[in-house]
């Protein structure tokens, strides 16, 4: 039998965020794959346990945590280091499904929503045999993020970009964009830019009870944002953070 293999978008973490499609889903499954990132890192897994004690009725769902492949950083190759490592990751899944048999419905987890940037669809795709797969959508971290500011992603007819601290960095403001948002940034992406006439709200666990927000002119916050970043990393051992920048 062909393996169905289910990506459950979750939103931020909260159980609220769950849409009812999401909770069908969890309790349809043979088995819930959850993700072990490692020392420091133990509240996202906790997270994901939460959420099945929340909402898991069935009584024939089993939940298998497995340990995440470490990225190699060492490699010069920035796409070759995320190759090799969701090779690795996808050789983890298939492993660890073929050790809990008689699974033919598997479902994971997935933050936010499965199609935007995360790499869990990308990963499915490296299974063989290829699986059965249905995407469950889930509610974004930019949606979580203007919900908390109670703004508006797009100005009327304005474009706006999804971008990474990485490419905000390396390549300055994207052009043609009214709006910024900014994912999976490593740190401080935004003082890499100008400043002046620039607005930033900025949101850090959105969503979750340890929220924090900020917002204001980027010359006047940037300081507090980095401080708060730093001071919530260290409490927390991780951070989920992400920003949305207007100029003018």
Not at 50 to 56: P, Q, Y
Request: net charge negative; glycine share 10%; proline share 4%.
């Amino acid at each position: 039998m062909t393996l169905s293999l289910t990506l459950i978008g979750i939103g931020t973490g909260n159980p609220e965020h769950l849409t009812l499609q999401a909770i069908r889903a969890i309790n349809a499954q043979d088995l819930i794959l959850i993700p072990n990132k490692g020392k420091g890192k133990d509240d996202l897994a906790q997270l994901r346990r939460d959420i099945c004690a929340e909402v898991l009725t069935s009584e024939t769902t089993r939940i298998v945590e497995f340990d995440l492949p470490v990225r190699d950083e060492t490699t010069l190759d920035y796409r070759k280091r995320v190759d090799d490592w969701h090779d690795a990751i996808a050789a983890v899944w298939q492993a660890t499904i073929l050790a809990h048999g008689g699974a033919d419905r598997v479902g994971l987890l997935v933050w936010g929503d499965p199609a935007l940037y995360d790499s869990t669809l990308r990963i499915a795709g490296r299974l063989d045999p290829a699986p059965e797969l249905t995407v469950i959508p889930g509610i974004t971290s930019v949606q979580t993020l203007t919900a908390a500011h109670a703004t508006v992603l797009n100005d009327i007819g304005a474009p706006f970009v999804v971008t990474t601290g990485r490419r905000l960095r390396d390549e300055g403001w994207p052009e043609g964009a009214a709006k910024v948002v900014v994912m999976l940034d490593a740190g401080g992406a935004f003082e890499a830019i100008d400043p002046i006439g620039v607005h930033i709200w900025w949101g850090a666990y959105v969503g979750m009870k340890e929220q924090i927000i900020i917002e204001g002119p980027l010359l006047d916050v940037r300081e507090s944002i980095v401080e708060t970043r730093a001071r919530a990393r260290a409490d927390h051992g991780w951070i989920m953070d992400i920003y949305m920048l207007k100029r003018g």
